[in-house]
């Protein structure tokens, strides 16, 4: 009884642990962009590290994907993409 009272409830925190780190390494570990908007060439362009970005700039984080993967006819973007 005391071994559920407790074994339960540690198991539960370090899966928890686990996952949470898990997460954010997967989140971390992506080749991410940061894109700001140039008038001159209408369009977004990749910042050099160690730019400033200022509070008027209009700033993108993007992320490439692998299109290799979709299906030959295309990938519909619906809604249910967003949730």
């Known amino acids: 009884m005391i071994l559920a009272i407790v074994g339960i409830p540690v198991v539960f925190s370090l899966g ?4 949470a780190y898990m997460r954010g390494a997967a989140y971390e ?3 991410w962009q940061v ?3 140039n008038p001159d060439i209408l ?3 990749p910042l050099i590290l160690g730019s400033y970005i200022y509070p008027d700039d209009n700033v ?3 992320l490439e994907m692998d299109n290799e993967t979709f299906p030959e ?3 519909q973007y619906t809604q249910d993409d967003c949730e």
């Not at 928890?16 to 996952?19: D, M």
């Open 16 to 19: 928890f642990a686990l996952g």
């Open 43 to 45: 369009g977004y362009r």
């Open 73 to 75: 006819d295309g990938l």
């Open 29 to 31: 570990n992506q080749d």
């Open 35 to 37: 894109l700001r908007w």
């Open 60 to 62: 993108v984080m993007s």
